[in-house]
């Protein structure tokens, strides 16, 4: 059984940083995909960026320059490092892994709430 916990989430000032943490078991960590997505309400859920197997990272536009994604596969963990953050940040947070079968696996998520 694949599942994803996502932790981290919280409330922070606009201009502060949040790192999330997502924790993965029930997968070959070191040799998966990872994601992390957001939602908003009353919106579509997003993509922020992925990390490969290898490291390698792609970011939408959007959050270049201000998000991070890493991972550290001894810990079977990937992070999202979140500076600068606005108000419109203010989603549910979500990782996410590719199961067997190309199956998407999503955590719970986390709350990050901005405030002005």
């Known amino acids: 059984q694949v599942q994803l916990v996502e932790s981290g989430g919280g409330l922070v000032q606009a201009g502060g940083s949040l790192r999330l943490s997502c924790v993965a078991s029930?997968?070959?960590?070191?040799?998966?995909?990872m994601g992390w997505y957001r939602q908003a309400p009353g919106k579509k859920r997003e993509l922020v960026a992925t990390?490969?197997?290898?490291?390698?990272?792609n970011y939408a536009d959007s959050f270049k320059g201000r998000f991070t994604v890493s991972r550290d596969n001894a810990k079977n963990t990937a992070y999202l490092q979140m500076n600068s953050l606005k108000p419109e940040d203010t989603a549910v947070y979500y990782c996410?892994?590719?199961?067997?079968?190309?199956?998407?696996?999503w955590g719970q998520g986390t709350q990050v709430t901005v405030s002005s």
């Open positions: 990390i490969t197997s290898g490291g390698s990272t």
């Open positions: 029930g997968i070959i960590f070191s040799e998966n995909y």
């Open positions: 996410s892994t590719l199961a067997t079968g190309g199956r998407v696996v």
